[in-house]
């Protein structure tokens, strides 16, 4: 058994992890919970966020990094209460960053990309 400290969303999660054989090839992250910018997703943050309006599953990414939408296009589907609720682009922009993947769980609130003009 092996303890691990995962930060997810800026939330630390102490995690045991039982090993079933085999070899393990990744080893632990070692950066600090401090380098937030080494700990960012591909691409530069950008200056509008798009953020989940109720607590819910990312169900489908439909977006991704650089690539250009316009305001109310789709940027991901969240299912929420059981209905499939699309998250929308409330501007002209590229996405800058997608801070979620798909099956990850999310609070209301919660930030999901963000774009650039």
Do not use: C, W
């Not at 999660?13 to 591909?42: C, F, H, L, M, Q």
């Not at 691409?43 to 309006?53: C, D, L, M, N, V």
């Amino acid at each position: 058994m092996k303890n691990y400290t995962i930060t997810v969303n800026g939330t630390a999660y102490d995690v045991t992890v039982e090993e079933k054989g085999g070899s393990v090839t990744n080893k632990p992250s070692s950066r600090k919970k401090e380098d937030k910018k080494a700990a960012a997703p591909i691409g530069s943050e950008g200056s509008i966020r798009i953020e989940a309006g109720a607590a819910g599953k990312v169900f489908k990414l439909e977006k991704h990094i650089g690539d250009s939408v316009k305001a109310g296009e789709t940027v991901m589907i969240l299912e929420v209460m059981k209905m499939e609720t699309p998250v929308v682009a409330p501007q002209d922009g590229v996405i800058a960053t997608i801070e979620v993947q798909e099956g990850q769980s999310i609070e209301a609130n919660a930030l999901l990309a963000t774009m650039n003009e």
